[in-house]
């Protein structure tokens, strides 16, 4: 676990305090192979095999890969991400909603419409406190076509989960 | 805060960048009967999740002049079923005028239906400041934003600099 820095008046500020400031952890992952098969009305994580940007490792690419373990730093993330839905006009609605160790975060779900062409369930910016360090969020699909429907990766459109640390409290 | 050359730097303005000003609020309670082909100010009545400098009003304003600057500002309207009419739309305003670029826009759908407003830049510029989630719908009735379980309009706030 990283602690963020805290400051007090009379103390030497550290080099790697004001870097933290600078460069607070954060990161940015999607996914580059679509999640195939995911069932009707069943909430389900979405996971990402590429990490366009981690520096902190708060996600695997090869362990729980739906995860962003946001207990490496205690206190306020702001987290963003979107479902990429494949083509099917079935069914009534596409969803997606953020998880924090598998419970659903209020006003984090979005519900859209199964349009005839792919469609995208954007989630915006939101906050969340991780309080223990195994703290994780997910985000997780949902979809009530009359199959099976996988999730999109294709050019620029791919489900994405983004996260950065904000405050301590 | 401000930093000056020669000037000392303060524990309390350190501390301060590391815990900017932030809001995550949602609405609790039903606001029922949003007229139709209106823009209307949505109610954020439930218990924010974060807000650290009282922006929250528990009706529709969030005082964003608490702090004086640039905020990020986004938010999300979810509908009630209603397939009638042709579009649900959300929006950001400041003081009543709506922000440019913040505007969304979807179809409606028989069962629920959410619309994201992108995220944007607000400039508070006095205290009395304050930011507004608005929805509109062109149903043919008066329909309500949706809270059922963690289904529910959202405004989330964050303060990055003067």
């Not at chain 1, 991400?81 to 598998?102: D, E, K, M, P, Y």
């Not at chain 2, 029922?32 to 929250?56: F, Y």
Request: glycine share 8%.
């Amino acid at each position: 676990m990283t602690a963020p820095p805290t400051f007090s008046d009379g103390v030497v500020v550290h080099a790697t305090d004001l870097n933290f400031l600078l460069n607070p952890p954060a990161c940015m992952v999607q996914q580059n192979t679509a999640q195939a098969a995911i069932p009707a009305s069943t909430y389900t994580p979405i996971t990402f095999d590429a990490e366009s940007y981690d520096p902190y490792n708060l996600h695997s690419t090869s362990t729980n890969t739906s995860r962003v373990n946001i207990g490496l730093v205690l206190g306020w993330w702001h987290v963003s991400g979107c479902v990429s839905w494949a083509t099917n006009a079935t069914g009534n609605t596409r969803r997606c909603i953020l998880g924090i160790n598998g419970t659903f975060v209020n006003g984090s779900q979005i519900l859209v419409s199964p349009a005839p062409q792919i469609v995208s369930a954007p989630l915006p910016g939101i906050f969340v406190q991780s309080t223990v360090n195994t703290d994780y969020i997910e985000l997780q699909g949902w979809h009530d076509a009359t199959a099976s429907v996988a999730t999109l990766v294709s050019g620029t459109y791919r489900s994405y989960l983004a996260a950065r640390y904000l405050a301590a409290a | 805060m401000t930093f000056t050359d020669g000037t000392i730097v303060h524990a309390a303005d350190l501390n301060a960048l590391l815990s900017p000003g932030r809001v995550f609020t949602t609405q609790a309670t039903v606001q029922s009967g949003i007229t139709t082909a209106t823009w209307s100010d949505i109610i954020l009545n439930g218990t924010p999740a974060t807000d650290t400098k009282a922006a929250c009003t528990g009706a529709a304003n969030v005082t964003i002049g608490k702090v004086i600057g640039w905020w990020l500002v986004s938010g999300v309207v979810t509908w009630v079923g209603n397939a009638t009419g042709t579009t649900r739309r959300a929006r950001v305003a400041l003081n009543g005028t709506p922000i440019n670029g913040s505007f969304s826009t979807t179809g409606p759908l028989a069962t629920r239906v959410s619309v994201a407003t992108p995220t944007v830049l607000v400039q508070a510029s006095v205290g009395t400041d304050a930011v507004t989630l608005q929805g509109y719908h062109d149903a043919t009735t008066s329909i309500a934003p949706e809270v059922t379980n963690e289904v529910r309009c959202s405004l989330t706030a964050v303060y990055i600099g003067p």
